[in-house]
């Protein structure tokens, strides 16, 4: 098992830019969630998933944010436009019910400039 | 709402030393509750989960935390501290409802002193 793969790894932009993040959960798992974390605020729940339905967005920050999970394999995160403010590292964790609760993956470093 | 408390955001200890990092949740129903780890630049790994089966939970790598109803704390420890416990610590709660949402606390970050 892959474990749970975020893409890229690392994203440099220039402010006002879009930014997309990508997800690829664990085969199986129905519920996915992306959360921010930085130094001031900590690790926040920005929405998750369950079988691809956003069930819980009110830890979006802005309307300049989007997430959508077209499938039970992947699910993207969209920033548009980028602000520095942004900057964060992005993970995605998936989970089922069956499972020892989440798994992370190793995340976005995200620096708008 | 759940929310986990999570006391000293520093925790420095030498290795060999008992490891002791403190959580307290507040739920309105009996809750799930975990410990994460997060090495650098990685992405966070479970440690322990409880669930009600038993209140001392043992987990990965020698730690373990018991559930305190009475005083809605759930700790974590580690006998003899070792250098590579060196991380960040995060407690987190769920309701245990269809809706697994996980709440986690702000962190505790271990130091390990030679």
């Known amino acids: 098992d892959a474990g749970v793969i975020q893409s890229p790894r690392h994203e440099v932009t220039e402010m006002g830019q879009e930014v997309t993040l990508r997800c690829k959960p664990i085969s199986g798992h129905n519920s996915l969630f992306w959360y921010r974390q930085t130094m001031m605020r900590g690790l926040e729940l920005l929405i998750y998933f369950n079988n691809n339905v956003p069930i819980d967005d009110s830890g979006m920050p802005e309307d300049r944010f989007s997430a959508k999970m077209p499938n039970a394999s992947f699910s993207t995160l969209k920033i548009q436009p980028s602000e520095p403010r942004d900057s964060a590292v992005y993970f995605c964790?998936?989970?089922?019910?069956?499972?020892?609760?989440?798994?992370f993956g190793s995340g976005t470093r995200l620096t708008v400039v | 709402a759940q929310s986990v408390t999570q006391l000293g955001s520093h925790v420095s200890v030498s290795e060999g030393a008992l490891v002791l990092l403190r959580c307290n949740y507040s739920?309105?129903?009996?809750?799930?509750l975990f410990w994460y780890v997060q090495y650098p630049n990685q992405g966070l790994q479970l440690l322990l989960k409880?669930?009600?089966?038993?209140?001392l939970v043992k987990g990965i790598n020698g730690f373990e935390a018991e559930f305190k109803k009475s005083e809605t704390s759930f700790h974590l420890t580690k006998p003899s501290a070792h250098m590579r416990d060196a991380a960040e610590y995060f407690c987190a709660v769920s309701d245990r409802s269809r809706d697994d949402k996980i709440i986690f606390g702000k962190g505790t970050r271990l130091h390990i002193l030679p």
């Open positions: 739920s309105s129903v009996p809750p799930y």
């Open positions: 964790a998936s989970s089922s019910v069956v499972s020892n609760g989440y798994t």
């Open positions: 409880y669930t009600s089966a038993a209140t």
